[in-house]
Structures are given as C-alpha cells and as structure tokens.
C-alpha cells in the first residue's frame, strides 16, 4: 500500500475499539491489542478487580504491573506516530490546528524539528525565534511521499520529560529512557544507546524467524511422510485382503464367515492407523500454522515498529525467545502408530477342515454388573449379570440346536436353593444363542444348562458372584490443550462409544474413546461456518455430530470426522429463528428438539433445519434448558421453575415434579436430561452438585454425588449421557472435567 492511500484509510487504524473514537492515550496489552486508557480504566472499574484487565478483543486475561496501575502498561508510539499525520488528512475538509495558536487553517507549513504545524500567521514568528533557525519546515502543498514517511519517522518524546527524546534503554528495568530519566529514576543501571539496543533485538527476532522457519520445513517433511505412510497401509490392507481372498476361495461355503471375519479386523485395524496418522498430521499442521503466524507477525512487528517500540516490553517476542533457547524442535514420526500388516496362512486348518467336524457345542460365560439397589452411589451394590452363549451349528453347517427348543437354566446356591431369575434368550444370527440371566446372591453358585431337559456338554458348572461398587473414572483438566476443559457442557454418546463434549470457553468440540483417550478436536472461536462462540448442547444423528452454537443463535451440522456440513437458525423470534439455543436431542421420528432458552420455547426443527412445531403453548416455560423425548413423552428441565415438565406426544402439559430446595426429588437450578439402560431419567441438579434418578413418573428413586473436588462429588453439574454398557458420563463445569461411573 503507497503512502497516500494509507493515509486516506487512516481512520481504520486510529479509533479504540472499544468506545470507536479516535484513540487518546493509546495503551497495549500483553497479547498487542491496544485500547485508550480511559477506556481501560473504565473495564477494570466495571470489573471490580484491580490487578487484571479481561482484553475487550481476544478475551485474554492479564495482569496489570505497578498493583493494577494501567499507567504502567507500555504506550502505543505507532498508534502516536498515526496520531499525529491525521492533519494531514484533516487539513483537505476541516483544515488544520496550528501547534502554536490552536485555530484551524487551510495553508499550512510543518516543522520537521518541533514536529508540529504551524499556520501562516504563526510561521514568520516561528522563523524568527533564535533557537529554531535551523529547524527544517515545508509548506504541506509542497509535500512528497517522502516528506510523509519522515512524519513517521519522528523521534519519540519520553513521556515523563516532554521534548526529550528516548535515547537509551534501561536493561534492568527494560525500558527506554531519555537522558533525563537516565540521571533521575535509572542513576547505577547498566545503560546503552537505544540504537545499540535495538540492534541486537533485531537480529535475535531474525534469528527466531530462522529458527521457526526450519520447524515448519521439519513438519513439512513429516506431513509428506505421514501421507506416503498412509499410502502404505492402505496398500498393506488391500494386499492382505487379496491374501486372504486366495485362501478363502479354496475352502467351503462355512468358511465365508472366517474370511469376514479377518476383513473386518484388517479394516478396523487399517482405519484405526489412519485416523491416528490423519491426527498426527492435523496436530502437525497446527503447530505449523501457529509457527507461520509468529513468522508474519515477526515480520510485521521488523517492518512496522521504530527501535523504541520494538523495545517495548512484549510477552509474545519473550516466549519466542524461550522457544528458541530451548532444544531444537523435536516433532518426529513415531512408526509406533503405524500397523505392520501380514497374513500369516493357516496350512493346519487348511488340510485337516475336510476331514473333521470343526464344530462342537460349547458354553461360556460372560460377567459384566448391571443394576444398582441400595441408597445412592455411596451403599448401592451391583447384581451379577452371567451371559452363557450356546453354540448350536457346527461350522460344516449342521444344525444341532435350533430356537424351538426348550431351554432352561438354574442357578443354585451353596444351599442347594435357586437363587437365578427368569433368563431372556436372544438369538446372534450367527448359529449361536445368548442366554442372560441375574444372580440374586453373591458368593460361589452352580449354574447348569439344559436343553429339552437334558444338560448341556459342560453344565453344570460353578460360578462366583461377587457385588460391586461404582467405580469412578475421570479425564480432562483446566486448560486449552487436547484433551483439557474450560467450562465442559454438553456430552453426547455416538454408535462407535465415542464421547464428544462441548467446550464453551475454549470455542470447540473434544471428541474421546469411552475409557477418556482423546480422539479429535474441532472448532474454534468465530462466526463462520465450523466456528463457534460458546458451543453448549450436543447430540448425535447416525454418528453426525450436531451442536447448539449458543451464542452464534444456530445450529451446526458436522459429520464424525469434524467436517462441516451444513447449519440452520439465526438470531431472532420467529418460528425459524433462535434465541441462545442451549440443549439438543432428536425424538422419535428422527427430528431435532431445540430448547430456545431465551425465546423460552421447546422447537422442533427437520434435520435440514425446517421448523415444525412448538412443544406447549406460549407462556409455559421461564428458562428451558433441554428437553428429550422418552418412550411418548417429552419431558423438559425448566431451570427457571425449578422443575421438570412432562408433556405427551401431541405437546400437550401433563404433569410437573420438583420445586426449590435440596431435598429428595428437588432441585435447584436444574439442566440436561438423559435416560440410563434401565429406563430411569437422570437429571443434573447442578447448584445442589448432584445428580438425581427417578422414574419417568417423577418418582424418585436415589441420587449421587455432592458439592465438591473429590471423586465421586461434583462441581456444578451440567450434562450426562449413557455409554453402551451402562456407564454414565457426567460434565462438571468448575471442575473442568468429565466423571464417569460404572
């Protein structure tokens, strides 16, 4: 950009974000956003706190030096330098306020040494004074190009000693200081010439550049392998699947199942290695965009700032600094996450599966706890659920059992005593039954398997029932890493067991294996499409991601990679418009339930984001926050009221349970919903720290948790949702983390 235009868009640079006037006093930040001090001063009254400021721009929160006093914060001298070249552009329409007289003319003339303007009245004076004979002035019908980069290029005036200009930097208090500050406030320091200075800053800041360009060529090279690697295992997958195919064709029509059986495997296993090369590489290349961002604004910073500004005290250049210092960028490949394939052929089965029956009746159990009695988290035991899998084909494809049978089971104590329940049999579609039964006792038990009334080979056999407790499990922590919280929200479970968790203050989506390992992110803080501000409720739709974007007032559509799809909603009190939407959930025929807190409704969108219908009438809720659909009832958590609102299919109110307090069955500021694998609602009391189960008829049934930091108690409360095998999930909002119990 030439000189001439910059100075015709010089507005764009010189008014305060925050009260949009012309800055006055300009300070600057740790993270370089610069406000007028008198704005400042405002914020932090506002705030009640003196010793930080919340940034206006980036929400950064720091620490003011000199106990809160935000004189102290280092002066902006370009946003000064910019500042003062505005008469030049004033001087066309409005004119221009003589430095001597302070009325406003159109001629004018502009002392280079005294760095003011002077009118044509007060000229001749000026030219007169002894002192200024040899001070350099021009007439600004007479200025070139040049003559308004110098405007730039004035030396800056120290601010306690005005007309003395910076000439030396403190390296103890690291600042620059003129003469007559070197004498008075800095006598004993270790002293040199600004220029000297700044010198050697700026070959510190060039060395850095070097140093950052060399990472990003490293991760360059490591993206590039990661691609070949990629490449490699899909090529390895393949070749083992055409492996397999060969061996598979020369058996019989009972060995199909076998075949897929290592497709599968091989798949999950390739797909697995992809996604974590797929996440290495994505990881790789957010590493390299923040090093080119530190690279550009290096560049800027070498391009822009005179030696007093690049000397200005600057947490971003001190952690490059750091960052250099410290050993040489370590990112590598790790060939750990890359699969080896190989198809090692089976010669035995191969020869002997003609000539011997590969199948036989067989039975195994399987423990796993199911459901809880007893008095809340801290008392409830845990039945015993056994699973006996009968196989009843052998693998030529004879059928020796079939599900027309009469199947029973007993499970007998030490006593002799049945002590089992009623066993439910499921079929697997692959010649083999499930049969599931609970123990109604701990300790040792026989169980025996007849069919027809004959027993099973194997049965009867002895088993161990043993009770158990919740087991707490816990991941996530304070912080904007992979894998921390700031402020977790909403959870949602996927098909695959996947956990996402919405995070609020860090503007994005966290996605986790169900024992906590941390999969993907994705977001971040913006209005655009796959952006967020203050992501709240989650939920999924065949494995898609679908998410309340509160304070954007929409709803964004992503698939299970992350990937942006498509969104609906925007700020308003229409039908099809939303209002800080907060919880999501999709009813029974596939739509999406909306809780439109602020428009304080319950909207149920298509999921191409067309409106339908409203749940209730207008006037039935004072601050929704979710709303889920369980068998052919919705039922919503009114925080507001302090309730739960159940309404039937059509949306018409039935019922409510719950009132203020910290009793049983009551609530203090209630959020999100979710339904266990017994059918029972869960609900986040969140101001009590709790969460509380009842039957969907609002009968309490027990609760768990309490107000605090330890396993097993909560913080603030917020979101649960149920993983395959029962486990609840719960976010915790203060304690920044997610708490799981089986």
């Known amino acids: 950009m030439d000189i001439k235009t910059f100075l015709d868009n010089i507005y764009e640079y010189v008014c305060c974000p925050v009260c949009a006037n012309r800055f006055t006093n300009p300070k600057q930040l740790p993270c370089l956003h610069s406000f007028c001090l008198h704005c400042l001063q405002r914020i932090q009254a506002i705030s009640g706190i003196g010793d930080t400021i919340l940034c206006p721009e980036c929400r950064g929160n720091f620490t003011i030096p000199g106990n809160g006093d935000l004189n102290t914060l280092p002066t902006n001298f370009h946003l000064n330098s910019l500042l003062s070249a505005l008469p030049v552009t004033e001087s066309k329409t409005s004119g221009f306020k003589c430095g001597n007289c302070d009325k406003r003319r159109q001629e004018s003339a502009y002392c280079f040494t005294c760095c003011s303007f002077w009118c044509d009245d007060c000229l001749p004076l000026h030219n007169r004074i002894r002192a200024f004979k040899e001070h350099h002035t021009l007439a600004l019908k007479d200025f070139g190009d040049e003559d308004l980069k110098n405007i730039f290029k004035q030396p800056i005036f120290c601010p306690k000693h005005e007309k003395k200009e910076l000439e030396l930097f403190c390296h103890k208090c690291k600042t620059a200081i003129c003469n007559s500050c070197a004498l008075i406030d800095h006598e004993g320091h270790a002293k040199i010439a600004l220029e000297d200075a700044a010198k050697e800053q700026r070959l510190?800041?060039?060395?850095?550049?070097?140093?950052?360009?060399?990472?990003?060529?490293?991760?360059?090279?490591?993206?590039?392998?990661?691609?070949?690697?990629?490449?490699?295992?899909?090529?390895?997958?393949?070749?083992?699947?055409?492996?397999?195919?060969?061996?598979?064709?020369?058996?019989?029509?009972?060995?199909?199942?076998?075949?897929?059986?290592?497709?599968?495997?091989?798949?999950?296993?390739?797909?697995?290695?992809?996604?974590?090369?797929?996440?290495k590489s994505q990881e790789i290349e957010e590493e390299m965009k923040r090093d080119q961002t530190a690279i550009e604004k290096c560049d800027k910073m070498l391009k822009r700032s005179t030696n007093a500004q690049i000397m200005q005290p600057n947490e971003f250049l001190d952690r490059l600094f750091r960052e250099e210092s410290e050993q040489e960028d370590t990112v590598d490949l790790d060939d750990r996450i890359v699969i080896d394939f190989d198809f090692k052929r089976n010669e035995e089965l191969f020869n002997d599966v003609h000539g011997k029956q590969l199948g036989f009746l067989k039975i195994q159990t399987i423990s796993k706890e199911s459901t809880v009695e007893g008095k809340g988290m801290s008392h409830g035991t845990v039945g015993l659920l056994a699973e006996i899998v009968v196989i009843t084909r052998n693998i030529m494809g004879e059928q020796v059992y079939h599900q027309n049978n009469r199947v029973t089971l007993e499970i007998r104590n030490h006593d002799g005593q049945d002590c089992s329940t009623k066993p439910q049999i499921h079929d697997n579609k692959d010649g083999s039954y499930k049969i599931s039964y609970f123990a109604k006792e701990t300790g040792t038990c026989q169980a025996s398997v007849k069919v027809n009334g004959q027993h099973v080979r194997g049965s009867p056999f002895k088993t161990e029932f043993k009770p158990r407790l919740f087991k707490p499990v816990f991941f996530g922590k304070q912080g904007s890493a992979p894998g921390m919280f700031n402020g977790p929200l909403g959870i949602a479970v996927n098909d695959k067991d996947e956990i996402a968790v919405t995070n609020s203050d860090n503007h994005r989506i966290q996605i986790f294996v169900s024992d906590g390992t941390h999969l993907r992110s994705f977001g971040r803080k913006g209005n655009q499409q796959g952006q967020f501000n203050w992501p709240t409720g989650i939920t999924f739709y065949n494995n898609n991601n679908i998410v309340c974007d509160t304070y954007n007032h929409r709803i964004q559509i992503f698939d299970d990679q992350g990937h942006y799809l498509h969104q609906f909603g925007e700020k308003g009190k229409l039908s099809h418009q939303l209002d800080l939407p907060l919880g999501l959930s999709i009813n029974s025929d596939d739509n999406i339930i909306v809780a439109d807190s602020n428009n304080k409704a319950i909207k149920i969108f298509t999921l191409d984001g067309q409106f339908l219908r409203r749940i209730c009438e207008e006037g039935s809720f004072i601050d929704p926050v979710h709303c889920i659909q369980h068998d052919n009832y919705f039922i919503v958590s009114d925080s507001g009221d302090h309730c739960?609102?159940?309404?039937?299919?059509?949306?018409?109110?039935?019922?409510?349970?719950?009132?203020?307090?910290?009793?049983?069955?009551?609530?203090?500021t209630p959020r999100c919903l979710s339904v266990d694998k017994a059918g029972h609602l869960l609900v986040c009391d969140s101001w009590n720290h709790r969460v509380q189960v009842f039957k969907p008829n609002g009968e309490f049934i027990t609760k768990f948790g309490a107000s605090g930091e330890e396993k097993r108690k909560f913080d603030l409360p917020i979101s649960t949702a149920v993983l395959s095998n029962g486990r609840i999930i719960v976010t915790e909002v203060y304690n920044h983390q997610v708490q799981g119990f089986e």
């Open 204 to 279: 510190r800041i060039n060395r850095a550049i070097e140093s950052q360009k060399r990472k990003v060529q490293k991760k360059l090279t490591i993206i590039a392998k990661l691609g070949e690697n990629c490449t490699q295992v899909q090529e390895d997958a393949e070749r083992v699947k055409s492996e397999a195919q060969e061996l598979t064709d020369n058996l019989i029509a009972a060995m199909e199942r076998k075949k897929d059986k290592i497709f599968d495997e091989v798949d999950k296993k390739a797909k697995q290695c992809l996604e974590r090369l797929g996440d």
């Open 644 to 668: 739960i609102k159940v309404f039937d299919k059509q949306g018409k109110f039935l019922y409510k349970f719950g009132m203020w307090g910290d009793g049983d069955g009551e609530f203090k």
